[in-house]
T-cell receptor, first 112, second 112 residues
Framework: KAGVTQTPRYLIKTRGQQVTLSCSPI?????VSWYQQTPGQGLQFLFE???????NKGNFPGRFSGRQFSNSRSEMNVSTLELGDSALYLC???????????FGSGTQLSVL | QKEVEQNSGPLSVPEGAIASLNCTYS??????FFWYRQYSGKSPELIMS????GDKEDGRFTAQLNKASQYVSLLIRDSQPSDSATYLC????????????FGRGTSLIVHP
């Protein structure tokens, strides 16, 4: 069974640009969550989607948004990038109401 | 603010010793507890989950939970250099609408 796939693996952007990250969950998993990981803050929850609906949202500004498609694939978008957005962005999928998260390899975003 | 606290370390132990990793949490409604292992440059991987007070053993790993004292720990017996990683504690209320809260992780170094 294929794992969680995130693309791209690395991204370099400049301030003010926008970026879109993609996540394909494990087949059959309908819940997709996004996390931001930095050395100083650890894993910070961004949002969770289930059956194309945002079910939970973390404490991030509106520049961070996401969506989920009917095949459970998810994208997150960050607009007007800031230097502080440099981080590893992790996507995790899980079965409905399952409490075990399976993480993708992440997208390392560098904002210059 | 629901918090999960971990000593950032690094915790350094010799090969063959027992490594003890601790985690405390503030939300008394927490019902599910997880330990994730994250190797440097890799994504977190679930290694243990525990839901009831007491001990749960899986190979060289033992998770311990004490809900009254609000702490959960992970013991690694016969530590190996390959166990060197960051260990993340995650805590969650029951129900699919809740998302886990992660600690910042404890860095473990097992030296030969």
């Amino acid at each position: 069974k294929a794992g969680v796939t995130q693309t791209p693996r690395y991204l370099i952007k400049t301030r003010g640009q926008q970026v879109t990250l993609s996540c394909s969950p494990i087949s059959g998993h309908r819940s997709v969550s996004w996390y931001q990981q930095t050395p100083g803050q650890g894993l910070q929850f961004l949002f969770e989607y289930f059956s194309e609906t945002q079910r939970n949202k973390g404490n991030f500004p509106g520049r961070f948004s996401g969506r989920q498609f009917s095949n459970s694939r998810s994208e997150m978008n960050v607009s007007t990038l800031e230097l502080g957005d440099s981080a590893l962005y992790l996507c995790a999928s899980s079965l409905d109401r399952s409490e075990k998260l399976f993480f993708g390899s992440g997208t390392q975003l560098s904002v210059l | 603010q629901k918090e999960v606290e971990q000593n950032s370390g690094p915790l350094s132990v010799p090969e063959g010793a027992i490594a003890s990793l601790n985690c405390t949490y503030s939300d008394r409604g927490s019902q599910s507890f997880f330990w994730y292992r994250q190797y440097s440059g890799k994504s977190p991987e679930l290694i243990m989950s525990i839901y009831s007070n007491g001990d749960k053993e899986d190979g060289r790993f033992t998770a311990q939970l004490n809900k009254a004292s609000q702490y959960v720990s992970l013991l690694i017996r016969d530590s190996q250099p390959s166990d060197s990683a960051t260990y993340l504690c995650a805590v969650k209320r029951s129900g699919g609408s809740y998302i886990p809260t992660f600690g910042r992780g404890t860095s473990l170094i097992v030296h030969p």
